[in-house]
Structures are given as C-alpha cells and as structure tokens.
C-alpha cells in the first residue's frame, strides 16, 4: 500500500468522523436546549466554545445565538471546522483513492456531499435541520457499515480505523470538556436542578445512554458519566475503547516501531484518571493533556507511514 | 399521436439511425420504434435519471481554478449510437491490422528503418518529428508492441464510409466515460438493453490488465503494475482512478516512485519500497524523466527512462510511440499496411496533402477555402484552419503560416461527418458524432466492441471536444443475425 494512499485514507477517515461528529453535537445540543426552561445559563455559545473556535466565529458574527451558530457550524464553507467543510474534505480525499475502496464507498460519500450540499440553506429552520443531520448521521453509518461489509479487513482498512478512532477519542475528550464546563461549582441551583437532563444528553452525543445504563445499574450522575466516557471498556466512543481500537490496529501494521509502546502509555494514563478525586480545574487540563497526547500520536503516524513532504 | 421522428432531418449528412423521418435503418429499428412509444414526459424522466446518476457515481470533469474547484458533470445523451455487428468486425479487424503496422512502423524507425532504406519514407520526415525520441533508438519493448493502448478516431462521410481521422498513440483518454455510459444506459432503458443483442464492452478492464501482465520484463510471479498519473489537478484524474480501481493497479503520482542504484522503479508504501514491473503512464513523454527530458519536470520520475532501458519496467505506451502520431506520418499508414503486412488497408485514410511535398503544397494553397489544415504534431484541434468556415482574413494568414513551416502542416478535404439522433430540449435532432474505439496491443490484440461516441451537442458544430461543447452517447454494437 502505496504511503500517498494510507494518508489519504486515514484523513478520509477523520473527517467523515468530524463530519458526524459534529451532526451528533448540533442535534443534542437542540434537544437538551429544548429540554431546559428558558433562563438557565445554557446556550449555543459553548458549541463553539468546545471547539476552541470562538475568534472565527466572531470575525463573521455578532451574537451567538441558534441561527447563526448552527449556520457556522454545520453550512459555512469558509470555516474549515464545519461540516460541509469537512464533509467536502472526506469526499476529495475518497476521490483520490478509489481505487482503494469499493465503488459504493465513493457513490455513499459523493451522495451524502450533494445532499448536503443542495440543503445547506435549509439548515436555518429547526425541523429542516433536524431532517438534515438525520440524514447526515445516516450517511457516515451506512459509510461505516459499507465499509466493514464490503472492504477486505487489510492495511487500508486499517488506516482507515486508525484516522477514525483518533478523531473519535479526541471529540469524545472535548465533549467530556463541555461536561466539565457544566459542572463548574459556580453553576447556579437552577442549573443543579436539571444536571441529570444534562447528563443524559451528554450519554445520548456518545450513543452511550442505553450501554449505560445497562452497565451501571444507577441513575445518570456526573462523576459517573465522566469515568464511564473515559474509561468504560465496551462503550466504542470511550476513550479507552478508540485506544485499544487504535493499539489493535496498529499492532496489525508493518513498521510499527515504538507505537504499540506509545499507545500502552497512553491506556495507563487514561485508566488512571479518576474524575471523583479532581477538581474541575484538574480535570480541565487532563483533558488537555490528553488531547496533546493524541496530537503527538498522530504526529508519529504521520512520521512511521506517510509520504514525507 | 405525433410520431417523435416527425420533422428529423436526415438531409445534413448520413445519419446513423435514420434514412428519413419516416425510416429508421434496420439495426436501428427497435430503438426508434422503442422511443416513438414512449410519452415525452417519459423521455424527460429518463434524462432526468440519467443526470442523477451521473452527479451520484461522480462521473466528472473537474475544472480548478483559482475560485475553487468545478466539479463539471460528464454530459452524456441518452440515445444511443448504433453499429451493425456485421459492418463493426470489418472495422475491428481494420483497427488491429492498422495498430500492427503501426507497431511495426515504430519498432522500425528506432531499429533498422528499412521503410526509410526502401524509399517509402524520406528519412527527413523522422528527423524533423518532434516527437522522435533518439533515447529510444535501438530498444526492443516485449512482443515489438510500443503503442499498447491506442484511440483511434473514426468519422463517416456522406459516401457512408468509415474513415480514420486520427491514430492516437500517446496517451489516449476516454475508455472510461465509454464503460460508465453503458452501465447508465442500463440504469436508463433497462427494458431494451434486455432485448436487443447488444456486444458488452465492460470485459476492457479484463483486457488491459492481461495486456499490461504480457509486456511486464520478467515473466515469472506476479507482475506489480502501476498507473503514474499527473495528479488530482488533472481533467482526465476521474479516468486514472477509476481504471487504476478496475484493474487493480496502483495509481501513482511522480513522487511515489522512485528509481534507485540498481535501476530498478521502486514505490513508497507503509512497507517501505516496492517494486514495480509496469507502468500504465498517463503523462506525456516529456514530463516523463527529468533527467533525460524535461528538466524542470514534477510530475515524472528522475531515472525512469534509464530502468526502462535496462529493461527492468515495462512503460506503456513505450517512451517514443508518439513518432508514429505525427500527422504526417499518419498519411503514410497505408503503405506500412502493405509494406510490413503485405495486406491491403481494411480502413481508409481521409485523402492528405503534406505541405512538405510540392505539389501537394501548391494545390493546398490553392484551394485553402475548402480544406481543413492541420499543424502535424498537435492534439485536441488546437491551431487548425476549416477553411469553409474561416474569413478570407484567416485564410490568409493561414497561407502564411503554412509556408513559412510546410513540413509541420497538413491539409484534407472538409469532410461532411455523420449525425446521430440527439436529445435537445425534449425534441430528437442531428447532431455531428465520431467514434473513438480503443485497441490493446500486446502479447494478444483487443478491439473494444464499439468505442466512445462523442456528439458535438451545438447545432450545426463539429467539434465534439468535451471542452468545447461536445458530449458523448453510449454505443450499441448490434447482433442482426439470428442466433
């Protein structure tokens, strides 16, 4: 397998992830604000606040409310973070690896594009929109599924699993970010008032709600959920479970050198996070440091497969 | 009812599917009778389909830009092109006789040029080619075959014969808007394409592989075969991936190979280096080795040209072939028929004049106003004259251009080329077509069963480029006998 291609492949990867991703975050963030009664200090501002992307947003908008944020996020093609943005990133970078990956594979993206595409404007209007990311959530599962069905399980499938279980434990790590927002001490009774709502929606961005739930036999807690994210071993969007994705993956790749080193550190590191012995404000920079790991260990991918520019 | 055939005019030139508005030709019979059935909503739905499916396979030119990439849709007419079995194995066998003598010719010109010694060919006409390679001189590539993949052009005149306009030999493109068009037409009538006994066309990919194993240097194991694009930026991109997909190639930029110590081509994969056998190149000669062509080449690969002369990658088409795409040369196909095959042409040439000879000169200066001319080394029709269609102004500067550098021009009579029904606006009319068909050429021959019909889609035009206006229509080759 050629180096240009595993690139290619693992960045596809990441950004149909991103692309979905984003899809999830958009739609449980309506929901929970559906949920909550007017008043509480809840508000679209920390979309972008997670995403670390309030400067740009800023430079085109004044006030952060839902049209204008939603638009940012899910239809501007000037914002690289957006979905169309990253949507139409995946669909080039399948472009140039067909030859890579079943025909479906390509008709499945290059479709879900032109849906996404002719719809942009719609996306201004709450049902609309909750049509569109429906369709949206559809399209990378039916990608997902496609792929596992239809791909021989070799190197490119696994760059593939690689690019999309990285992008998945760091969404998951800033998720985990907006958590820790919330749980702020400052937060107001109002707010305490409604947590398990909260929490439950927090579950419901990771499809986590229901293996929960089955798993800890309790009522939705914060703590909880914390350490369950991070570390439950079942959930595929835990951060421990994209980690033993990424350690499968990789111990299955030639050349591998150090990474399989790397990536054990990396599962003690997570496992030995306990979010009930850490202040916000601790929590706050493990999050960070975890999501510098991450950066790290791509770097390092990039360094053991990719063409060398 | 109104018949949909009502008012088609057949008076323009030969028209493939009708003899009049009245009359369709007998292999095209049951497409015609077929369309006069349907309602015109149901044609407008078929084409409605018909473009859903090729925005959804992606089936594209992209165009980039500075503001951005346009991502043009590949246009494609629903009615197809008919061909009678009996008359296409005429033309097959037209097209492998013409593409044998053709390699025989090149394999010749770089060894002992006996058709030169022999006085068919002044030598001149070799030595002022531009695209003579004297790097290639004294190679002999695998089965003698340097032109392994060749687009023949085809056009039909008023007279009803078929005539080859041009051979193309270095890096012809189109093979694979042929093979998506029939799986559209399937999607668009499948209701015909289950009755009528049409030849399939999608065992090409089958046929180029097999092909490009047959030149592969060593003959042992399995052959790693590559194809080297010039990247994404490329307008025939969609076609290098999608045949690199098909037969299971790697599809390779410059700087994904690399030639080492050993003069060996090798990849960079997650393995590390890997070596490569064959190379399907879809980069011209020029851009192929930096080292031995041009030296301010990207897209090539530094010390390509040094492995393949020390035989250890097979290159297809072979660095060279191109000598044999002068139009020039193109007039003297017919005498390499006879002379290499001691075989009358099967397929004629459309009459030329070489402004290097002359008296050829002085009648093409003469009658200028009536003849197309053409710079002898260029493709895509660019720097032509149509002279019915150029102002006395042009006509002259033409005159001037040609004399200044006769060896570089030739001229032929304007011919007359066919129509083939065509969907615009809902209503059936003529439209201008050729016919591209493609041949392989390697340990075996291969003819595809028909080729890429493009339709120039402008009324009255003849210019059937898709960068200009030009579409293209599935093509039926047609079983008329009973089986």
């Known amino acids: 397998m050629l180096s240009r291609s595993a690139e290619r492949l693992y960045w596809l990867a990441r950004y149909l992830e991103r692309t979905e991703n984003i899809a999830r975050l958009v739609n449980v963030h309506m929901n929970l604000l559906m949920d909550l009664p007017k008043g509480v200090e809840m508000s679209w501002r920390q979309l972008i606040l997670i995403n670390a992307s309030q400067e740009e947003f800023y430079k085109k908008n004044t006030v952060a409310n839902e049209r204008n944020i939603t638009r940012f996020l899910l239809a501007d093609e000037s914002y690289s973070g957006s979905l169309i943005s990253s949507l139409s990133a995946a669909r080039e970078n399948i472009r140039t690896s067909r030859e890579l990956l079943p025909d479906e594979a390509w008709e499945q993206v290059n479709e879900m594009y032109l849906y996404a595409k002719n719809n942009l404007e719609t996306v201004a209007n709450r049902r609309h929109r909750v049509l569109f990311l429906n369709e949206i959530l559809k399209g990378c599962q039916r990608f997902t599924g496609l792929l596992s069905g239809y791909m021989s399980h070799n190197a490119p499938y696994r760059f593939i699993r690689l690019g999309r279980n990285i992008e998945r434990a760091d969404m998951t790590s800033r998720i985990l970010d907006l958590a820790s927002l919330l749980l702020s001490e400052s ?11 909260l929490w439950m929606n927090i579950l419901k961005a990771l ?4 293996i929960y739930r089955q798993q800890m036999h309790s009522s939705v807690n914060g703590d909880d959920v914390l350490n369950f994210l991070l570390q439950d071993n079942t959930l595929p969007r ?7 994705e990424l350690s499968d993956c990789i111990s299955r790749l030639p050349n591998n050198d150090d990474l399989p080193l790397v990536l054990i550190e990396l599962e ?29 260990f791509h770097n390092k991918i990039a360094d053991n497969w990719f063409l060398s520019n | 009812m109104k018949s949909i055939w009502k008012n088609y005019k057949t008076d323009i030139a030969y028209d493939e599917l009708m003899y009049s508005e009245f009359q369709s030709r007998a292999v095209s019979h049951r497409l015609c009778q077929y369309l006069d059935s349907l309602k015109k909503e149901d044609i407008d739905k078929r084409k409605i389909a018909a473009e859903l499916a090729i925005m959804e396979m992606g089936i594209s030119f992209t165009v980039y830009s500075d503001e951005g990439n346009i991502d043009r849709a590949w246009p494609f007419d629903i009615i197809p092109r008919i061909i009678d079995a009996k008359e296409w194995r005429i033309i097959e066998k037209g097209l492998k006789q013409r593409l044998t003598a053709l390699n025989c010719f090149i394999s010749d010109v770089y060894n002992e040029q006996a058709f030169i010694k022999d006085g068919k060919m002044p030598g001149e006409i070799i030595n002022s080619s531009k695209n003579f390679r004297k790097e290639c001189i004294g190679m002999k590539p695998r089965h003698n075959t340097w032109a392994n993949i060749c687009g023949t052009d085809l056009v039909r005149d008023k007279d009803g014969i078929m005539y080859v306009l041009e051979d193309n030999l270095r890096v012809p493109s189109g093979v694979s808007y042929m093979l998506e068009n029939r799986i559209i037409t399937k999607r668009v009538f499948p209701e015909l394409l289950q009755d009528i006994d049409i030849l399939p066309i999608d065992d090409y990919p089958t046929h180029l592989h097999e092909m490009l194993t047959s030149i592969a240097p060593h003959q042992n194991g399995q052959v790693t075969c590559a194809l080297l694009t010039p990247g994404i930026y490329n ?7 999608y045949l690199a997909q098909q037969i299971g190639a790697q599809l390779v930029e410059g700087s994904d190979l690399v030639v080492n110590d050993d003069d060996c081509v090798y990849m960079r994969t997650i393995n590390g280096l890997e070596k490569v056998d064959v190379i399907y190149r879809r980069i011209d000669d ?27 990658v097979a290159l297809a088409n072979a660095p060279g ?4 795409d002068d139009k020039v040369v193109y007039a003297y196909v017919p005498e390499m028929i006879r002379y290499y095959l001691n075989e009358e042409p099967i397929l004629p ?13 002085a009648y093409v200066l003469e009658h200028l106003a009536e003849l197309v001319v053409k710079p002898a080394n260029e493709s895509g029709g660019y720097g032509m004259l149509v002279g019915p269609h150029a102002t006395a102004k042009e006509v002259e500067n033409f005159r001037q251009i040609i004399q200044k550098d006769p060896r570089n021009y030739i001229a032929q009579p304007t011919l007359s080329i066919s129509t083939a029904p065509t969907l615009c606006k809902g209503k059936l009319e003529p439209r201008h077509i050729d016919l591209r068909p493609f041949i392989l050429q390697g340990e075996n021959t291969f003819v595809t069963a028909g080729g890429l019909t493009r339709v120039a889609l402008k009324k009255g035009s003849l210019v059937v480029n898709s960068s200009q206006g030009g579409g293209s229509k599935d093509t039926w080759i047609i079983n008329m006998e009973e089986s």
Not at chain 1, 187 to 197: A, K, M, P
Not at chain 1, 238 to 244: E, F, H, Q, Y
């Open chain 1, 238 to 244: 835990s951060v421990s479970c994209c980690i033993s």
């Open chain 2, 286 to 312: 020029d851009f192929l080795d930096p080292e031995v062509f041009r030296p301010d080449s990207t897209l090539g690969v530094r010390g390509l040209m040094r492995a393949w002369k020390a035989g250890n």
């Open chain 2, 235 to 241: 307008s025939a991109y969609f076609e290098h991936a």
């Open chain 1, 268 to 296: 003690e590191y997570v496992k030995a996070i306990d979010t009930r012995q850490t202040t916000q404000e601790q929590l706050r920079g493990i999050l960070d440091d975890l999501q510098n790991k991450l950066g790290a």
């Open chain 2, 321 to 324: 072939a191109g000598v044999a």
């Open chain 1, 187 to 197: 937060r107001s009774d109002e707010v305490r008032q409604y947590e398990t709502i």
């Open chain 2, 349 to 361: 040439n459309v009459p030329t004049y070489l402004c290097g000879n002359e008296d050829d000169l």
């Open chain 1, 207 to 210: 499809n986590a709600l229901l």
